[in-house]
């Protein structure tokens, strides 16, 4: 059974930091493309962040570049997420995702290509 449990979210201050992690089991991690999404309140499920199987092709939104970063640790089966200069409009429901495919820039920002999802860590941003 796999799963994926997201943790490191919370309160944090406009400007502040948060270092999501995401530990997978239940599958071959290094196999899995990871992504990070994240869902506001009426919103649609964003794109956030992707990171090929053995880490070396990252992507990000220019909105994100310079401010968050992609990384995992197949030896411990976690990806993480560190998100600086955090602001409101970064408060959401961030989850986590895995897609058992070869990265490529043209489908890893697709929510629909990732097989497994994890129940995702809430961050909220106050001014």
């Known amino acids: 059974q796999v799963q994926l449990v997201e943790s490191g979210g919370g309160l944090v201050q406009a400007g502040g930091s948060l270092r999501l992690s995401c530990a997978a089991s239940?599958?071959?991690?290094?196999?899995?493309?990871m992504g990070w999404f994240r869902q506001a309140p009426g919103k649609e499920r964003e794109f956030v962040a992707a990171?090929?199987?053995?880490?070396?092709?990252?992507k990000l939104p220019d909105s994100m570049k310079g401010r968050f970063t992609i990384s995992r640790d197949n030896a411990k089966n976690t990806v993480y997420l560190q998100m600086n200069s955090l602001n409101p409009e970064d408060t959401a429901v961030y989850y986590c995702?895995?897609?058992?495919?070869?990265?490529?820039?043209?489908?890893?920002?697709?929510?629909?290509?990732?097989?497994?999802w994890g129940q995702g860590t809430q961050v909220t941003v106050s001014s």
């Open positions: 990171i090929s199987r053995s880490g070396p092709s990252t």
């Open positions: 239940g599958l071959t991690f290094s196999s899995y493309t």
């Open positions: 995702a895995a897609a058992q495919r070869v990265f490529w820039h043209y489908w890893v920002s697709r929510p629909e290509e990732y097989a497994f």
